[in-house]
T-cell receptor, first 117, second 112 residues
Framework: GAVVSQHPSRVICKSGTSVKIECRSL??????MFWYRQFPKKSLMLMAT?????????EQGVEKDKFLINHASLTLSTLTVTSAHPEDSSFYIC?????????????FGPGTRLTVL | DQQVKQNSPSLSVQEGRISILNCDYT??????FLWYKKYPAEGPTFLIS?????DKNEDGRFTVFLNKSAKHLSLHIVPSQPGDSAVYFC???????????FGKGTRLSVIA
């Protein structure tokens, strides 16, 4: 199946710093990518929808100024956690939809574990 | 309000027996359903899906059943293997290019 990568796989940072997470579709073009966050013992929660060439659509309760999303190309979306705090520590996962395939499957990246000290 | 519900947080099954994971949904606009398997610290991996126009889809040891009138779907794994031990997420969507709505997951433990 299609491959989606995320970089870095894990990151530890100090409180107040910013962290950028990359999501790449390696063998297909993705006009739409989604960013999810997984809370302990909870489901995957959608944070935002990232559309190539336009502004991201954020879910209710997600601070767009804190979680900056850029989808600059058909194969890359980035999530930047600005002024990170310990409560931002989580597992962030992106998914992408293959623009060239008619279907509904989303391909997930391996996730990024963020720990804010 | 949770649109996709997995009411059993955990399930233990003996190796070789059938595992049945259940999922209920409330949004009648959902027309595509998927099951994902997830190991700790990894992204979900796709298992099997079903469109709302079908009531059953089978792929090897995995079968998904959909009961639209009851807004219920289930994943059957038979025979269960120790390697199947993971968290299984039920997910639903309203159509192409829309985000998935996930249930909270069910942790399956297959005991040898």
């Amino acid at each position: 199946g299609a491959v989606v990568s995320q970089h870095p796989s894990r990151v530890i940072c100090k409180s107040g710093t910013s962290v950028k997470i990359e999501c790449r579709s390696l063998d297909f073009q993705a006009t739409t990518m989604f960013w999810y966050r997984q809370f302990p013992k909870k489901s995957l929660m959608l944070m935002a929808t990232s559309n190539e060439g336009s502004k991201a659509t954020y879910e209710q309760g997600v601070e767009k100024d804190k979680f900056l999303i850029n989808h600059a190309s058909l194969t890359l979306s980035t999530l930047t956690v600005t002024s990170a705090h310990p409560e931002d520590s989580s597992f962030y996962i992106c998914s992408a939809i293959d623009a060239g395939v008619v279907g509904n499957e989303q391909f997930f990246g391996p996730g990024t574990r963020l720990t804010v000290l | 309000d949770q649109q996709v519900k997995q009411n059993s947080p955990s399930l233990s099954v003996q190796e070789g027996r059938i595992s049945i994971l259940n999922c209920d949904y409330t949004n009648s606009m959902f027309d595509y359903f998927l099951w994902y398997k997830k190991y700790p610290a990894e992204g979900p991996t796709f298992l099997i899906s079903i469109s709302s126009i079908k009531d059953k889809n089978e792929d090897g040891r995995f079968t998904v059943f959909l009961n639209k009138s009851a807004k219920h779907l289930s994943l059957h794994i038979v025979p269960s293997q120790p390697g199947d031990s993971a968290v299984y997420f039920c997910a639903a969507m309203e159509g192409g290019n829309t985000p998935l709505v996930f249930g909270k997951g069910t942790r399956l433990s297959v005991i040898a």
